[in-house]
């Protein structure tokens, strides 16, 4: 414990707290604090002010990110007939419909994404004791309840992330890892805040955007002046 400590505390000295670095500034920077010996995600975090609480300001959707994630995600997708098969030739890792159902029922949850055609959507709610807690629950805003299957699952393959605001107005986005390039990383980064920055609901008032935070795995929070992206 000591050890990871003292590691931390050093890549602490590297930052500046009172400082808003450029988006540049603050790639270059996740990249130098990183202290972990595996390939660490790189997440990027926005401090919004909204209100959850209120219906058309409880953001929810995803974002395909032009150079993925660095992670493959595992496909399950629940359809029938011509459907089922668009999702096989797509790449989907598993496809069926009521066995598939079952066996998440008896505990099977060997996948990081359900898609599922809307047919099948009352089947599956269900099971939203099991899946609604872990965020599996297909969602239309998400994508992942449509009848363009083989679009949902090759999206999802090629870095597709889901963000939602959580009760005190933030969202947290995987922009990629610490082993991709610093120009693949700063391109996902404008990828996602382009997006932020359009959803924003009409029914807010005053600062939208109050900061833009860019950290890795254990790593120290960077942040980042939202006038460099």
């Known amino acids: 414990m000591a050890k990871t400590g003292k590691k931390h505390a050093n890549a602490l000295k590297l930052v500046d707290r009172t400082k808003l670095y450029s ?6 920077l996740v ?3 990183n202290y972990v010996k595996f390939d660490a995600t790189v997440e ?6 909204l209100d959850p609480r209120k219906a058309e300001q ?5 974002i395909v990110l032009p150079h993925g994630t660095g992670k493959t995600r595992t496909v399950l997708v629940i359809a029938q007939g011509e459907k089922a098969r668009e999702a096989q030739e797509a790449g989907a890792d598993y496809v069926g419909d009521v066995d598939y159902i079952n066996k998440i029922q008896q505990g099977w949850l060997d ?10 959507m009352p089947q599956l709610g269900k099971l939203g004791r099991i899946l609604g807690p872990k965020g599996l629950m297909p969602n239309p805003k998400t994508g992942t309840v449509t009848m363009d299957v083989a679009k949902a699952v090759s999206e999802i393959k090629a870095g597709k992330v889901e963000y939602r605001v959580d009760k005190a107005g933030n969202i947290h986005i995987t922009a990629g890892k610490v082993s991709f390039d610093n120009q693949k990383l700063v391109e996902n980064i404008k990828t996602i805040y382009d ?6 609901p009409a029914t807010v008032k005053g600062t939208y955007i109050k900061n833009v935070t860019l950290t890795s795995t254990m790593g120290p929070g960077i942040k980042i002046n939202p006038a460099s992206i």
């Open 23 to 28: 988006l540049e500034e603050a790639v270059d």
């Open 58 to 62: 409880n953001l929810r959707g995803a």
């Open 195 to 200: 997006t932020i920055v359009r959803i924003k």
């Open 111 to 120: 996948f990081d994404v359900i898609v599922a055609t809307p047919d099948m």
């Open 31 to 33: 990249k130098k604090t």
């Open 44 to 49: 990027l975090a926005f401090r919004l002010g």
